[in-house]
């Protein structure tokens, strides 16, 4: 497919493009206020490059992790841009969300978001033309032909941050050289997680002209600083479950996945009655399932409280597990033991945790790789290498202070990585301009 070819697909299905959103509006996937903005208009006002805006640096995301590394990108950059305002984009409502919330805590900075306009090249035409922004960061892998070639086009400097591919990604990419090259040679500067990404933007890129620049830096998806007031994590909540562990271990399992929670709840039994078990699962919803297969434990969603007899307890809601790292003594990260793709692993470092974790890591191997050499990370497959792993650590406390502090020492080198991507992004700025 060609870049020509995949506009007319565009053009084909304009007809239809109403009764996509007007389905994803009822699914909750998209908000009928915003729906302008998916074909690239916006009520709102916007600031034209002038005497007291110097440009419009323009970063896109895809969701919650990627808006919320934008949004920590965007104030690395503003310290090198004060005179420079900020566009966020995003694709889901829920990211949306989350730099709204963003903007409203930073408002020394001149910043606003919209949603993604979809890649029609008359929206993605009307967006440029309206925003005039000057510079364009895709942040992670969200790679729509549109937004970039037409930036390209229009002497926008294109910068690929965070990035990354899964091979099936790269695979379908792959297929379809064509559109694949010219997209991905079109940026300046691509700010890969590790080097076997780096490789494989090289082998998409080929041997277009102007090859841009690739750095190596790391994921930008960070933690936030929360270790040194981890006490002021819902306070409340973290005083009813230090009760009911009453002295006992804390197990957590966090974020998991279908298909991981039994195994969960067998490593629980026998772990015994020494130990508290939580499991905070993905998607919250699950909550009744997974209770109904551990003997219907006490579940946060149901206002019920655990107490010193609970061995374990489902907490199936959002936003509360920085509170579950602070009173864990050991977390399995889930999505892992299913191919998920695990998630990232920096938070519960963050905490000083022993990480248990299954075999499908492929959308955070980098960081699992970099906290494994720092002895932090431990790869289980069931129930029983769960509890030997969590027994071995047990019985060697010098070990778990080593690896809490080499884990923590990681999380600290990692958060230099927005300063050296603003530099970096700061020094491609500087040459095509």
Same mark, same amino acid.
């Given at each position: 497919m =060609?870049?020509?070819?995949?506009?007319?697909?565009?053009r084909i299905i304009r007809p239809f493009i109403p009764l996509l959103l007007w389905y994803r509006i009822r699914r909750g996937k998209d908000l009928r206020r915003l729906q302008d903005e998916r074909y690239g208009r916006t009520a709102q006002r916007i600031t034209p490059p002038g005497p007291?805006?110097?440009?419009?640096?323009?970063?896109?995301?895809?969701?919650?992790?990627?808006?919320?590394?934008?949004?920590?990108?965007?104030?690395?950059?503003?310290?090198?841009?004060?005179?420079?305002?900020f566009l966020i984009t995003t694709n889901t409502i829920t990211g949306h969300s989350a730099v709204r919330a963003g903007i409203a805590d930073q408002p020394d900075i001149a910043m606003q978001c919209a949603m993604q306009p979809l890649d029609h090249p008359d929206f993605v035409d009307h967006f440029l033309a309206s925003w005039q922004p000057s510079a364009a960061i895709f942040m992670e892998s969200d790679f729509w032909p549109n937004l970039i070639l037409r930036s390209r086009q229009r002497g926008i400097p294109v910068i690929f941050a965070s990035s990354q591919l899964s091979a099936k990604a790269v695979a379908g990419w792959?297929?379809?050289?064509? $559109?694949?090259?010219?997209?991905?040679? %079109?940026?300046?500067?691509?700010?890969?997680?590790d080097a076997q990404q780096a490789d494989q933007f090289r082998a998409l890129i080929g041997t277009a002209h102007n090859i841009p620049r690739i750095q190596v830096i790391g994921s $930008?998806?960070?933690?936030?600083?929360?270790?040194?007031?981890?006490?002021?994590?819902?306070?409340?909540?973290?005083?009813?479950?230090?009760?009911?562990?009453?002295?006992?271990?804390?197990?957590?399992?966090?974020? =998991?996945?279908?298909?991981?929670?039994?195994?969960?709840?067998?490593?629980?039994?026998?772990?015994? %009655?020494?130990?508290? =078990?939580?499991? %905070?699962p993905r998607h919250p919803d699950r909550g009744d399932a997974i209770a109904a297969h551990a003997g219907q434990p006490p579940q946060r969603s149901h206002g019920a409280i655990p107490d010193s007899q609970t061995s374990i307890y489902i907490m199936d809601s959002l936003g509360e597990m920085g509170t579950l790292f602070s009173l864990a003594d050991y977390v399995f990260l889930g999505g892992?033991?299913?191919? %998920?793709?695990?998630h990232n692993p920096l938070e519960p470092a963050e905490f000083g945790l022993p990480i248990l974790t299954g075999a499908h890591i492929f959308k955070n191997k980098a960081e699992f790789d970099g906290l494994a050499a720092a002895g932090a990370v431990f790869e289980v497959a069931d129930a029983a290498t769960i509890t030997h792993q969590i027994r071995q650590l047990e019985n060697d406390p010098a070990r778990r202070a080593k690896l809490a502090k080499a884990a923590q020492d990681y999380v600290t080198i990692a958060h230099q990585r927005v300063a050296l991507a603003a530099q970096a992004i700061k020094q491609v700025l500087t040459t095509v301009r």
């Open positions: =060609t870049p020509s070819l995949y506009n007319i697909v565009w007291h805006c110097a440009g419009r640096i323009w970063l896109h995301a895809v969701s919650v992790g990627e808006s919320v590394a934008a949004l920590r990108l965007a104030r690395a950059l503003a310290t090198h841009y004060p005179d420079h305002a792959m297929k379809r050289p064509a $559109l694949a090259q010219p997209l991905f040679a %079109a940026a300046e500067l691509i700010l890969p997680v $930008l998806k960070l933690p936030n600083r929360q270790q040194q007031d981890r006490k002021q994590q819902e306070p409340q909540l973290q005083r009813i479950l230090q009760q009911a562990a009453s002295g006992r271990r804390v197990f957590l399992a966090a974020s =998991t996945h279908d298909g991981e929670d039994q195994i969960v709840i067998d490593a629980a039994s026998d772990l015994g %009655a020494d130990w508290l =078990t939580i499991i %905070a892992s033991l299913v191919p %998920a793709g695990g």
